[in-house]
């Protein structure tokens, strides 16, 4: 696993990370049962806060991409209401598509952007 942080984007460290490790499950580069490194081991290597990992970490958890135990540690362990998840995708697909519209982007283009970033996950 090698997770990278730009220190110099205006994005937040702990959205860099989320985001990460949510398209490494994604792909498969980390499935349910692994083990993410330790708040302190993370917050080390990627040279940042170790209060912005366990962040991260707690996220995940909330979302339902992880669970924590001080036992094991941090583990990929997916854990989602169909349900809600159905609706909160419903809700970010709607914000997405308002988004293209107001940047001019037609139908036709957004499924292109959409397969194609589909695809490079499934590979």
Known sequence: MKFE???????????????????MIASGKLAEGDILPSVREMAEVLDINFHTVNKTYAMLRDEGYV????RVGTVVELSFNKRESRAKIDREIKLLIAEAKCRNLDVDELHRMIDSNFGKLSK
């Open 5 to 23: 942080i730009d220190h110099n984007s205006e994005e937040s460290k702990y959205i860099q990370l989320h985001d990460q490790i949510i398209m």
């Open 67 to 70: 669970s924590m135990d001080p």
